[in-house]
């Protein structure tokens, strides 16, 4: 079989559509912000399109991440799906635990998958039960 090296494969275009799309928001960055521009055109030329209204948000530290997920997690509406290498019992994963299976009650659709050989000696399976007596699909994978 051949192998390919994905590097070398090319990436995907951006429809005529989206590419006028970020041509015009270049347009725009050059107005407002004209330091900008030449960094953006150069990487559009590469194929990363500029886009509009997009936000990113800076979480400098673990625990921000943390108190940015489950904050998330709190609002969540129709679903939370996450995929994890390890878990482990412990603090964080007693309050992780707690929102899946309060949200799941709620009738948010909460599905995890995580790895059997990276978790298997730090996550009891009766933490696993738990969350699927509270009605969350999890699947173990590997």
């Known amino acids: 079989m051949e192998r390919r ?5 090319p990436r995907p275009q951006e429809s005529a559509c989206k590419q006028e799309e970020s041509r015009l928001n270049i347009e725009k960055l050059r107005q407002s ?9 150069y990487l559009n030329n590469k194929g990363f ?9 800076y979480l400098p530290t673990g625990r921000d991440f ?10 969540a509406e129709r679903f939370i799906f996450l995929e994890y290498f390890i878990m482990a019992e412990g603090q964080i994963w007693d309050r992780l635990s707690e929102i899946l299976c309060r ?3 709620q009738g948010v659709e909460v599905k995890l998958i995580f790895d059997d050989f990276g978790s298997m000696m730090r996550m009891p399976n009766e ?6 007596d509270a009605g969350v699909e999890v699947k173990v994978f590997n």
């Open 127 to 132: 933490k696993v039960e738990e969350l699927q």
């Open 5 to 9: 090296d994905l590097k070398k494969l």
């Open 103 to 105: 949200k799941s009650r």
């Open 33 to 41: 912000m004209p330091q900008w521009a030449p960094l953006a055109s």
């Open 66 to 75: 943390l108190e940015d997920m489950l904050s998330a997690m709190e609002k």
């Open 49 to 57: 399109s500029l886009y509009r209204a997009t936000d990113a948000v």
